[in-house]
């Protein structure tokens, strides 16, 4: 959704405990002689840099903390963080969030991954209630990847209909509640290539329009409304992934392909397929960390005939990390297929770290209705700052302002790079 992994950052006091929780959850490990292929970038030493935590300090004239030149976490201990904040999305408008994230190791070898449990409740201006469970486990030597997203929300929204040619004047609210059950385990093949099999279970139910538009069938009506909508099926997955700070690399690929297939007697309402292919690229610019291009590829295929659930075809900002369409609301285009290209130069305005901004420009393809084939672009762009939170993880907020056609224009908040 349009409600990010930052919709709680808003204000700087929510920085800072996001500055604490991301300093245990998501640091890579940095003990041993594989410390220097877990950190990808070559910032200047720590005592150089500044982060917002180092902002307050100077503010209320603390004294700083001597901290070494690498994180040492130990790896016998849970690090545990928790904090309130405030946020704002299109989708979303104004919204209050309680988070809670844990932290651990589950083997003591340099080069162990760190693992993670994040939830968190959010309750919003428009009346919905989102509670996500992300769990990201890694056995030792990093053998096996666990990864759980299940979430539940309860989600009155806004739909345009089917097809990349809908128009504003198309808005109403579609109201559901909305369980997702998502687990996959993963197997390491070779160096950075994983492979692995999962389970993905989506239920939505007491689905119902309100005010849609009067004296016509809607595209909920004509693609065959019903209150409920089950989707089950297994996940086939082919991972490689070379960055080494996922929070935000300065090089590296990603490459992740996700082939879906639905099944009646798991509990589907009909068989369907879906294919999912999501590619990363990072190039230095100029030999230096600070300019950055980014490249993103997101291809969301449905395969056959069979059509699927009206809520989960291929649609703007629903990948799994909701990113997609800085500059359209949540859900603005919906169709068969998709396919969405971005491109992003980021760069460092201050030398101590502390500020940077980032130029994007995006743009989705979506067929015009259930038949044909894609052929109309929905192109966006904008400009945004990057504010850093930790200088040791290389965490930033990220304050996005983004455009599209016809006028769609809103603030887009992240935390940790968009991709």
């Known amino acids: 959704m349009v409600v990010k992994r930052s919709i709680q950052i808003a204000f700087i006091l929510c920085c800072l405990a996001a500055n604490h929780a991301l300093s245990a959850q998501q640091l890579p490990d940095s003990t041993g002689t594989d410390a220097k292929r877990q950190i990808d ?19 209320f004239r603390r004294k700083t903390t001597t901290v070494p030149n690498e994180i040492q976490l130990k790896k ?38 760190i693992s993670s449990i994040l939830t968190n409740i959010t309750l919003t201006q428009y009346h919905q209630l989102l509670f996500p469970l ?5 056995t030792a030597r990093n053998k096996f990847n666990i990864v759980l997203d299940n979430r539940f929300l309860k989600y009155p929204s806004t739909t345009y209909g089917i097809g990349a040619r809908t ?15 998502h687990q996959t385990i ?17 239920r939505l139910w007491n689905i119902t329009e309100v005010d849609p538009p009067a004296g016509t069938r809607t595209s909920f009506q004509k693609y065959g409304a019903s209150p409920t909508e089950t989707a089950a099926g297994l996940a086939l997955k ?29 509990g589907s309402d009909n068989n369907w397929q ?39 075809l291929p649609s703007t900002g629903w990948d799994d990390f909701y990113n997609t369409g800085r500059g359209y609301i949540q859900s603005r285009f919906r169709a068969k297929d998709m396919i969405y290209a971005e491109a992003e130069y980021r760069f460092g305005i201050l030398n101590n770290g502390l500020l940077g901004g980032v130029v994007f420009t995006n743009v989705q393809s979506f067929s015009r209705n259930l038949s044909t084939q894609l052929s109309v672009l929905a192109p966006g762009a904008g400009a945004g700052l990057r504010v850093k939170l930790n200088k040791f993880s290389n965490t930033n907020l990220c304050i996005d302002y983004g455009f599209g056609m016809n006028g769609s224009r809103g603030v887009f908040l992240n935390l940790g790079e968009v991709f």
């Open 274 to 312: 879906s294919l999912q292919i999501d590619v990363r690229k990072y190039f230095k610019l100029f030999g230096s960390p600070k300019n950055i291009l980014a490249l993103w590829s997101f291809n969301w295929l449905t395969l056959g005939k069979t059509k699927p659930p009206y809520l989960l």
């Open 186 to 202: 993963q197997t390491k093949i070779y160096n950075n290539l994983y492979a692995g099999l999962g389970v993905y279970y989506d």
């Open 41 to 59: 970038y070559t910032p200047p030493p720590v005592d150089a840099q500044q982060d917002i935590k180092d902002l307050v300090r100077k503010i």
């Open 76 to 113: 016998n201990k849970v690090y545990s963080s928790f904090f309130p904040g405030i946020g704002y999305t299109l989708q979303t408008g104004y919204a209050g969030i309680v988070s809670e994230g844990l932290a651990f190791y589950t083997d003591t070898a340099d080069n162990q991954k």
């Open 134 to 138: 992300a769990v990201n486990l890694w």
């Open 167 to 181: 128009a504003e004047s198309d808005a109403y609210t579609l109201n559901y509640n909305y369980i997702k059950l």
């Open 238 to 266: 082919l991972l490689y992934d070379s960055r080494t700070n996922q929070i935000n690399t300065v090089n590296g690929m990603y490459s992740n392909i996700v082939y879906r297939p639905n099944f009646t007697f798991m």
